[in-house]
T-cell receptor
């Protein structure tokens, strides 16, 4: 199973762009990269998923270099409500039956 | 987006009793569901993989007789904490795997806070 490494915590201010990088050196060919957001006492919420290059949706962008050994979640113009823990996961149903192992995540604190 | 419903959201029980937690995929069928537990300020820890129509697969260190999992239909998995003790108090979260044409996505329930007195 691919292991992920993220910064434990990050601080930011409202209106700034936040980039959270995740390392996954042992990512397998069939693995996708998925990011989740979790608020206290709630289940994780899907943010974005990608395989390579760049993916963008209404809430975030995901940048994946050619070697896929890392990925960066970009949150544009964060607000106080973006304060949460962000998890980067890699996995593939074919290799793991969909099983995803959570790393420690990045606790993002957005200040006014 | 896909919705996974988890019930109850919180439960308080006496030591020695059993508690059942339900996880339902509301708008898709899920042959595979997962159960996690989470302690305060810690990450999610995978407990078991629930497969529709077959026995669950438990992670190392998780007692299968303690945490009974049943996945009788494509939209429902249940976790029963048997003979609960205070050390079983935790936040339990389920997830359901939605299969797509090229990839799969995991959607999570809102979690169940279990407090054992």
């Amino acid at each position: 199973l691919a292991k992920t490494t993220q910064p434990i915590s990050m601080d930011s201010y409202e209106g700034q762009e936040v980039n959270i990088t995740c390392s996954h050196n042992n990512i397998a060919t069939n693995d996708y990269i998925t990011w989740y957001q979790q608020f206290p006492s709630q289940g994780p919420r899907f943010i974005i998923q990608g395989y390579k290059t760049k993916v963008t949706n209404e809430v975030a962008s995901l940048f994946i270099p050619a070697d896929r050994k890392s990925s960066t979640l970009s949150l544009p113009r964060v607000s106080l409500s973006d304060t949460a823990v962000y998890y980067c996961l890699v996995g593939d149903k074919g290799n793991q039956g969909g099983k995803l192992i959570f790393g420690q995540g990045t606790e993002l604190s957005v200040k006014p | 987006g896909a919705v996974v419903s988890q019930h109850p959201s919180w439960v308080i029980c006496k030591s020695g009793t059993s508690v059942k937690i339900e996880c339902r995929s509301l708008d898709f069928q899920a042959t595979t569901m997962f159960w996690y537990r989470q302690f305060p300020k810690q990450s999610l820890m995978l407990m078991a993989t629930s497969n529709e129509g077959s026995k669950a697969t438990y992670e190392q260190g998780v007692e299968k007789d303690k945490f009974l999992i049943n996945h009788a239909s494509l939209t429902l998995s249940t976790l029963t904490v048997t003979s609960a003790h205070p050390e079983d108090s935790s936040f339990y979260i389920c997830s359901a795997l939605r299969q797509g044409t090229t990839n799969e996505k995991l959607f999570f329930g809102s979690g169940t806070q279990l407090s054992v007195l």
